[in-house]
DNA sequence: GATGCTCATGAGAATCATTCTCGCACAGGG
DNA sequence: CCCTGTGCGAGAATGATTCTCATGAGCATC
């Protein structure tokens, strides 16, 4: 079927190894501009061609905000995030009930083919100290 | 405090008329659109600045999605949206539980100041049968 | 190790939604 | 009716994302 042959590239490892240190969303624009003082030169086309093919294969999550999107490398099952919105740090989170909840609401209203996300936003311990 | 001092002319109760018939989220450029073809000439800009004072004044939610933003006239009341992925229809709906949850999972992490958006999609039964 | 077929890359142009600029019009209080 | 400041409109400006196309590099094969 719709196979998706993807071919392992500098520039492919380049955005996963430096997505792997970030403990919370970044934007396109913001990893180019990490790569690019790490001394990993990738045009900025790439980093948005290489984030998009790492969220079809489900290893990153994006989150759209206000303009611009950001992405985060995440584990592959089911989660949630509870994200600060002053330094982005994030924590995945799960919540079963809410899994139940969003199937039985839709299933009332006649939907099918249900998805659902949730997002928590807040200020981080250390952001509120400062 | 910060009075907003709001007047009311006509392109903005041309704008608030035409969410009211809509009964799904539409893009800032839809609602240009429909207004020109309804015979009210209001411009794109004028568009956007209604829709950002009535979100402001919480009378409109919005909704992000790849790319342009999405607008529907909604209660004033904290509430959820179950959205047909594929004509727009929209049905509020609450869920109690949630909003506690994301209280709790938000202070066992430290986060304050906390806010959360829930959004469930699907296709409804219209768009099903089709 | 060389060869060839493709897909990936990169620089800049193109696209698209949204915001800004600024001169003019009008809402609303006096 | 007049004044003042806010809102309007058209087009330019901005900024993120995508496209174009010639060149470069995986990867399988010989």
Redesign the pocket.
Known sequence: MTEA????????SAVLALLDDQDGFR???DLHALLRERGD??????V???L?ALVDDGLVDVLRNE???AYRRCSPVHHHHLVCRSCGRTVEVADPPVERWAARVAAEHGFADVQHQLEVFGTCAACAAR
Do not use: D, I, M, W
């Open positions: 042959p993807r071919r392992q590239t500098r520039q492919r934007t396109a624009q030169a990738v045009g900025l086309a790439t948005y061609r290489a998009q303009g611009e999107a």
